[in-house]
């Protein structure tokens, strides 16, 4: 029996494709279909997953620096030359260095802010106009985090980031919602990505603790008592670009156990 495949002939840019969600999520849409750029700033994880992926599913943008203007035009119209116009924009760069707030300094702080909020408005605003040329059908799928939704100490950076990706999908959504384009947000709890083995190297180089001591202080807030899965996230995101999900706009799906309803 063939695999039904509903994003046959739509083009996603994936950004941050080159390992953990970003890689989980380029891998699902290809094998939905879809022609996936994959975008990044170093080439040879993205030429790692593209070797996954089926024969001429797949283009590598490197150098795709989303805090930097004209390296993102470049690579959209690399990907776009390629793969014609894009119709599915996933937002996934990112990173999350963590220090007490009184040793945040400004540098920090700005970086945080600069990859994994300036860079969602960057890339989507460059991406729009052939969103919006497909209309019904075209999707932003922000990658945010718990962290957008609830506060966790030490990564102040990174929550006050994650917390204006949430507000950006959700004023977004609602500006250009007549245009046939949705804009939602994935928010994953702790998640098995190589992030996360740097979170739990700094927990034991800090505390003391044992890696799987350090693990268990990650994972108690899940009440599943797990880490996420990328793939997990990565079928909430298929869900989100999938026709069935048309209707589904300017939310935040939390992937993360019922995290978020404790408290």
Known sequence: MTAIQPLVGRHALVT???SGIGEA?????????ARVSLAGRRRQPLEDVRRSLPTGASLVVDEFDVTDQAAIARGI????????????LINNAGEAPSAPFEKTDAAVWARVLSVDLTGVFLVSQAVLPDLKQRGTGARIVNV???????GYAYVTAYCAAKHGVV????????EIARSGVTVNAVCPGFTETPLIER?????VAKTGK?????????????PQGKLVTPHEVADAVLWLVSPGASSINGQAIVVAGGEVMVG
């Open 77 to 88: 119209l690399a990907a776009r030359d390629t793969f014609g116009p894009i119709s599915i």
């Open 167 to 174: 507000g950006l999908t959700r004023a977004l959504a609602l």
């Open 25 to 33: 999520i380029a891998t699902a849409l290809a094998g939905a279909g």
């Open 144 to 150: 945010a985090s718990t962290a957008g939704l609830v």
């Open 210 to 222: 044992s890696r799987d001591a350090a693990i268990a202080e990650l994972i108690k807030s899940n």
């Open 199 to 203: 979170a739990i190297d700094a927990i």
């Open 16 to 18: 941050g494709a080159g």
